[in-house]
């Protein structure tokens, strides 16, 4: 279970208040680390995304993670989540549309999701309701097993 996760972005207060918004969450301070927020969903399983100026790192120090800045370039980063959310597609277009963000539905096989680019630069997958019903029946380990072994035959075919 993924209670929460933390990235780094160019407007933190900002892209901290339009997923408040999306996920239907709130937004507060995070103090631990100044200029940073965390969005709280209030759901059952204490779901949260904590937003942090994009040249945070975090690195181990001496008793536990500890927050560092530098002169750090953020572009694109691998780090991605899937999150269900409890608006329609149509609301989630019109506020990427409002903050000049992209946003596409996309099939990825047995599922689709909404590919949301927060600043253009950080994917994160929206399911709607309807989405993520049939993302939950498919993500099962022996669903996932079957579908990556018929993708490895189909490379090996080609």
Same mark, same amino acid.
């Given at each position: 279970?993924?209670?929460?996760?933390?990235?780094?972005?160019?407007?933190?207060?900002?892209?901290?208040?339009?997923? #408040?918004?999306?996920?239907?969450?709130?937004?507060?301070?995070?103090?631990?680390?100044?200029?940073? $927020?965390?969005?709280?969903?209030?759901?059952?399983?204490?779901?949260?995304?904590?937003? $942090?100026?994009?040249?945070?790192?975090?690195?181990?120090?001496?008793?536990?993670? #500890?927050?560092?800045?530098?002169?750090? #370039?953020?572009?694109?980063?691998?780090?991605?989540?899937?999150?269900?959310?409890?608006?329609?597609?149509?609301?989630?277009?019109?506020?990427?549309?409002?903050?000049?963000?992209?946003?596409?539905?996309?099939?990825?096989?047995?599922?689709?999701?909404?590919?949301?680019?927060?600043?253009?630069?950080?994917?994160?997958?929206?399911?709607?309701?309807?989405?993520?019903?049939? $993302?939950?029946?498919?993500?099962?380990?022996?669903?996932?097993?079957?579908?990556?072994?018929?993708? #490895?035959?189909?490379?090996?075919?080609?």
């Amino acid at each position: 279970m993924l209670h929460h996760i933390s990235v780094a972005v160019n407007h933190p207060l900002q892209v901290a208040n339009v997923l #408040a918004e999306v996920l239907q969450g709130r937004c507060f301070p995070f103090p631990p680390h100044p200029g940073s $927020y965390m969005v709280i969903v209030g759901d059952d399983h204490g779901t949260g995304i904590e937003l $942090y100026p994009a040249d945070t790192q975090l690195t181990p120090g001496l008793e536990e993670a #500890a927050f560092s800045s530098g002169n750090i #370039a953020q572009t694109f980063t691998a780090i991605h989540a899937a999150i269900s959310v409890p608006i329609s597609l149509e609301q989630i277009e019109q506020i990427a549309d409002r903050e000049g963000w992209l946003v596409r539905v996309c099939d990825r096989g047995p599922f689709k999701v909404i590919e949301f680019w927060v600043e253009n630069k950080l994917l994160l997958e929206f399911l709607t309701p309807e989405f993520a019903k049939t $993302y939950i029946q498919f993500a099962q380990p022996a669903n996932f097993e079957a579908f990556f072994n018929q993708a #490895a035959a189909q490379l090996v075919e080609a």
